[in-house]
């Protein structure tokens, strides 16, 4: 199984801060994901991305940003805190063969 | 868009009974199929996946998939008030890196 682990489990920022998530997987050749949930809306795909230095833009990029310089790292960067930005950050590896992602035990971002 | 779908519940079934989650999809080229249980302030783990059309059985659990109906189904046998959770639903096109997600189902299960 594909272990990930994020960087912090509670986060507080202030408005306009820069922020950055880390998180970190255990398998060489994994897909990473940067999920945000909400209550009533589910997950929504930030960004992804599919190898090292390549990503793609998900559902809801805006004001979001990421870093894959290495393949177990995968970073999203807030490059300017907002209010609502307050949420829960998820991050997934995706096993190659049975698509099934393995999420980190999350970051819950407060944002004054 | 392509969209999943979940009854956003709450649904309550008494300790012991069957609990029945239910999940459609729109877009007929989908191929596998995923239920993973939430539970309140923790990250979602995956309980079942499906690839084909008929039942696949997992303990207390059960997917019912039905491609021509695109409908997928997870039971929960003898609920357990730990069963108690959001299951969301998701869907994965063939060579596809993402998945659909559906907005979950809380179930409850009364002692």
């Known amino acids: 199984d594909v272990k990930v682990t994020q960087s912090s489990r509670y986060l507080v920022k202030r408005t306009g801060e820069k922020v950055f998530l880390e998180c970190v997987q255990d398998m060489d050749h994994e897909n990473m994901f940067w999920y945000r949930q909400d209550p009533g809306l589910g997950l929504r795909l930030i960004y992804f991305s599919y190898d090292v230095k390549m990503k793609e833009k998900g559902d809801i990029p805006e004001g979001y940003s990421v870093s894959r310089e290495k393949k177990e790292r995968f970073s999203l960067i807030l490059e300017s805190a907002s209010t609502n930005q307050t949420s829960m950050y998820l991050c997934?590896?995706?096993?190659?063969?049975?698509?099934?992602?393995?999420f980190g035990p999350g970051t819950r971002l407060t944002v004054l | 868009q392509k969209e999943v779908e979940q009854n956003s519940g709450p649904l309550s079934v008494p300790e012991g009974a069957i609990a029945s989650l239910n999940c459609t999809y729109s877009d007929r080229g989908s191929q596998s199929f995923f239920w993973y249980r939430q539970y309140s302030g923790k990250s979602p783990e995956l309980i079942m996946f499906?690839?084909s059309n008929g039942d696949k059985e997992d303990g207390r659990f059960t997917a019912q998939l039905n491609k021509a109906s695109q409908y997928v189904s997870l039971l929960i046998r003898d609920s357990q008030p730990s069963d108690s959770a959001t299951y969301l639903c998701a869907v994965n096109e063939g060579g596809n890196y993402q998945l659909i997600w559906g907005a979950g189902t809380k179930l409850i299960i009364k002692p």
């Open positions: 997934a590896g995706r096993d190659l063969t049975s698509h099934e992602q393995f």
């Open positions: 499906i690839y």
